[in-house]
T-cell receptor
């Protein structure tokens, strides 16, 4: 079974600083996808960034980058130059391909608060 | 930019009543999903749907739940006899082909907040 662990229930970061949100995963599959989603207080789930297990380069999307360390089974999200609008819950998720399974397994999330 | 839409945004119902939650996936996506999030908890998978049939379902998705694609655009989740513990945010999502880089990202709708009294 797949498992996602986010060990930081809450994080604080100063505006304009960078912050790293941790995510470790557990799977026996060789092919899998890793995702980060942002959930503001309004409740919607906003896709941020994706990393495929066979991608050799770390994914980047604007101010978001994914620090993918396959041997350590970690997929940390790095947000550079934090903005007040980055305050939200952040969820790490994994899609594993075992037996035709396409569901996403989510972690418990990290609540990020950006301080002015 | 294409997006997943969901209606209603909020629904209040009495225990034992039937509810239907509606979703319009992104038009060129082929895979559809329902997830739920109980307040303060993580997002949980309910069911995936492809080619007009369920491809996978979780233990949560029991006989009280059903999904349907009644036409070319809508995707619905029906809860036949709601229970108090069904109160949650329900998210619809859609994707291209899972396992295919650039297509497998699941895009979520804004959710339907269901409250069962």
């Amino acid at each position: 079974a797949q498992k996602i662990t986010q060990t930081q229930p809450g994080m604080f970061v100063q505006e304009k600083e960078a912050v790293t949100l941790d995510c470790t995963y557990d799977t026996s599959d060789q092919s899998y996808g890793l995702f980060w989603y942002k959930q503001p207080s309004s409740g919607e789930m906003i896709f941020l960034i994706y990393q495929g297990s066979y991608d050799e380069q770390n994914a980047t999307e604007g101010r978001y980058s994914l620090n993918f360390q396959k041997a350590r089974k970690s997929a940390n999200l790095v947000i550079s130059a934090s903005q007040l609008g980055d305050s939200a819950m952040y969820f790490c998720a994994m899609r594993a391909s075992g037996a035709g399974s396409y569901q996403l397994t989510f972690g418990k999330g990290t609540k990020l608060s950006v301080i002015p | 930019e294409p997006e997943v839409t969901q209606t209603p945004s909020h629904q209040v119902t009495q225990m034992g009543q039937e509810v239907i939650l509606r979703c319009v996936p992104i038009s060129n996506h082929l895979y559809f999903y329902w997830y739920r999030q109980i307040l303060g908890q993580k997002v949980e998978f309910l069911v995936s749907f492809y080619n007009n049939e369920i491809s996978e379902k979780s233990e949560i998705f029991d006989d009280q739940f059903s999904v349907e694609r009644p036409d070319g655009s809508n995707f619905t989740l029906k809860i036949r006899s709601t229970k108090l513990e069904d109160s949650a945010m329900y998210f619809c999502a859609s994707s291209g082909v899972p396992g295919l880089a650039g297509e497998e990202t699941q895009y979520f709708g804004p959710g339907t907040r269901l409250l069962v009294l």
